[in-house]
């Protein structure tokens, strides 16, 4: 019960929060249009306009305040204003329809799990090698680290072009750069959790005469699956974000990316804001399905109660 209390006392202040921002971030808009209609608009003294800028105008036109929660192409959107554009868009909108958030993150998810499956074996994989080779162990992982330094943002298109040029389209695109994202963690991860053992129980299987795939089965990489667990909460989300950013460059359609893009064109904010928490509503559920599966795994396992 306390939890609960906090978790909404934080969405509480949060919410607060947003609605006070959404006054000096939407007051000159709003100021603009009353003015249009014939409103008396009272500007800020030099000195106010000097200290306190767009606050200042907002306190001399205070009766515009309710306006800046209710504009059509806000600034800063309200938070009823992005509740009641996700609800219009998933539970009134048909699932097969393009303006359903259901049917865009759909779009997104599929590309998203590819990605992460893809990601999450070439991690284990590496992983694995760079473990059990001191070869793989000094060329690989600094290349693996060097290539998180290159941003996602300026490859997604090189990526997209290039296979665009041999013919792959579609799907593939986005799930090999949701995988770039992904295999990082899960490979960092792995490493650690694969190394975890100590020496003493790595000495207990050498005097009973275990080969190096016994210590791997039954020692390694029981080990490794808290590590594995924690990274793959953490590519999970990485893959999303891979996916999303995949969408930008190609002028998609179709998915949350897509629907970013098309609220960036047309000025719509509140359609934009609606995307990005339908993305972050679309995370924590993978997040959330991931750790149920840790505490199931883990519990079969002896390894948590």
């Not at 490979?187 to 275990?210: C, E, F, N, W």
């Not at 390694?220 to 974000?241: D, E, H, T």
């Not at 959330?288 to 883990?298: F, H, P, W, Y």
Request: net charge positive; hydrophobic share 55%; glycine share 8%.
């Amino acid at each position: 019960m306390k939890q609960i209390i906090a978790v909404l006392t934080v969405i509480a202040a949060i919410v607060v929060v947003w609605y006070a921002a959404c006054i000096p971030m939407n007051i000159k808009g709003v100021l603009t249009e009353q003015e249009r209609a014939g409103a008396e608009v009272l500007p800020p003294s030099a000195k106010d306009r000097r200290d306190m800028g767009e606050i200042g105008l907002t306190l001399n036109n205070s009766f515009a305040i309710p306006a800046t929660w209710e504009q059509d192409r806000p600034r800063l959107p309200a938070p009823h204003q992005v509740a009641i554009e996700m609800w219009e868009t998933t539970i009134q909108k048909k699932i097969t329809s393009k303006r359903s958030l259901i049917y865009h993150g759909w779009v997104t998810l599929s590309a998203t799990m590819l990605g992460f499956a893809i990601g999450t074996g070439l991690g284990i994989l590496l992983a694995v090698g760079i473990v059990h080779s001191r070869v793989m162990d000094l060329s690989v992982m600094p290349w693996a680290i060097v290539s998180q330094t290159i941003p996602i943002i300026a490859l997604a298109p090189m990526i997209i072009v290039v296979l665009f040029s041999v013919g792959v389209q579609g799907i593939i695109p986005k799930a090999i750069i949701s995988a770039y994202l992904s295999f990082f963690p899960v490979v960092v991860g792995m490493v650690k959790g694969l190394r975890s053992p100590d020496a003493m129980q790595l000495d207990l299987l050498r005097t009973y005469s275990a080969s190096r795939a016994q210590g791997f089965w039954k020692l390694r990489l029981p080990a490794s699956m808290p590590y594995l667990f924690a990274s793959l909460k953490i590519g999970v989300a990485a893959s999303l974000v891979g996916a999303i950013v995949g969408e930008l460059p190609t002028g998609a359609v179709a998915g949350l990316g897509a629907r970013l893009l098309a609220g960036s064109y047309y000025g719509q904010t509140v359609q934009i804001w609606s995307a990005l928490f339908a993305a972050a509503v679309l995370a924590a559920c993978l997040v959330g399905l991931l750790g149920l599966i840790e505490r199931t795994v883990l519990k079969r396992m002896g390894m948590a109660q």
